[in-house]
C-alpha cells in the first residue's frame, strides 16, 4: 500500500485529485471537488490556519526554478570565457580550461579545486546543451520540490561525488562536465520515487537506466564520473529524507539529514584523496 508523501510511515490508500500523490487522513481535506492535500487545498483539515507561508509563495511546489537558471549560465558563461581564450566550438581548450580541468596528478599536487571547477567545463558545444538540457529537465522539478538551499547542496555534494568516481575510474585523463551532478539528481531522484515522491513523475529509473546505457555504450563518457555522481545522490537523497523516516521536501532534514550531506561531501574528498596519493 502506498504510503502518505508528508507522513512515509502511514499507509493509506487515499491520493490528492490535483497531483494524485498519496495522502493520510490527518493531511486530506475534503473538498466539493474531491481529496485534496494541504498545497493543493490551501487548508489543512481540521486546522483553521493557511498553509505556511514558504509553500504559498512557492519556495517549493509551484516556484519557478532560480538555482537551475543560474548554474545554467554559469556554464554557458565558462564556456563563452573559453571561447574568448581561444577554444573552438567543437573542441574546448584555453587557459581557463587548463586550470580548471579534473587531472588526477595536478589534484595530488594542491589544485584541490579541481573537483569542483571541472563540473563548470565542457568539452564542446554539443557536450554543454547535452548537459544543460539534461538539468533543466531535471533539475528543474528537483529544485521546485526541495527547495532552494537543499537542492544546491545536492547539486554540489553530488558533483564531488562525480569527481570523486572519476578519479578512481580514470585518475589520469582530463574530466570535464556537469554530468556528475546532474547525475546525482537522478540518483536522489531514484531514492525520493521510491519512496513515493515521484518528483520526475514516476519516470526516475527508467531515465536512469537509458543514460547507464549510454555511458557504457558511447566512448568517452567518463563511467566513474557518472556512477560516482549516481551513487552520491542517492546518498545525499537519503539524507535529506532521514533515510526513510521523513520527506525530503516538507520534512525538516535535521542533524541526520545535514550530517549526511556533509558525509557524501566529505566522503568524497577522502576517496578522492586516496586515489590521487600514489601521483602525489
Not at 594542491?110 to 538539468?135: E, K, P, Q
Not at 527547495?147 to 585523463?173: D, I, K, N
Request: glycine letters at 16%.
Amino acid at each position: 500500500m502506498a504510503t502518505c508523501y508528508r507522513h512515509p510511515d502511514r499507509e493509506t490508500g487515499l491520493s490528492c485529485g490535483e497531483c494524485e500523490r498519496p495522502i493520510c487522513h490527518d493531511c486530506m481535506t475534503v473538498t466539493p471537488v474531491g481529496v485534496r492535500c494541504p498545497e493543493h487545498a490551501g487548508q489543512r483539515r481540521g486546522v483553521g490556519l493557511r498553509m505556511p507561508a514558504g509553500l504559498r509563495s512557492g519556495t517549493r511546489g509551484d516556484a519557478a526554478p532560480l538555482v537551475v537558471p543560474v548554474l545554467i549560465g554559469l556554464n554557458i558563461f565558462v564556456f563563452g570565457v573559453n571561447l574568448v581564450q581561444g577554444a573552438s566550438l567543437g573542441e574546448n581548450g584555453g587557459a581557463l580550461f587548463v586550470d580548471w580541468l579534473l587531472f588526477g596528478p595536478l589534484v595530488a599536487a594542491g589544485d584541490w579545486w579541481r573537483i569542483v571547477t571541472a563540473a563548470f567545463l565542457h568539452g564542446s558545444l554539443l557536450h554543454l546543451g547535452m548537459n544543460m538540457l539534461m538539468l533543466w529537465w531535471i533539475g528543474s522539478p528537483m529544485e521546485a520540490a526541495l527547495g532552494r538551499a537543499r537542492f544546491v547542496a545536492l547539486y554540489f555534494a553530488s558533483a564531488l561525488a562525480g569527481s570523486a568516481g572519476a578519479l578512481v575510474w580514470t585518475p589520469t585523463a582530463p574530466t570535464v562536465g556537469a554530468s556528475g551532478a546532474i547525475f546525482g539528481i537522478l540518483g536522489a531522484a531514484l531514492v525520493f520515487e521510491r519512496q513515493r515522491h515521484y518528483v520526475l513523475g514516476g519516470s526516475a529509473l527508467t531515465i536512469v537506466v537509458l543514460n547507464l546505457v549510454f555511458t557504457f555504450a558511447v566512448p568517452n563518457i567518463s563511467i566513474g564520473g557518472h556512477v560516482g555522481g549516481l551513487a552520491g545522490g542517492a546518498l545525499a537523497g537519503l539524507a535529506l529524507s532521514r533515510f526513510g523516516r521523513g520527506h525530503a521536501a516538507y520534512g525538516t532534514p535535521g542533524l541526520v539529514g545535514i550530517a549526511g550531506i556533509v558525509g557524501v561531501a566529505l566522503l568524497s574528498l577522502a576517496v578522492a584523496y586516496w586515489r590521487v596519493q600514489p601521483y602525489a
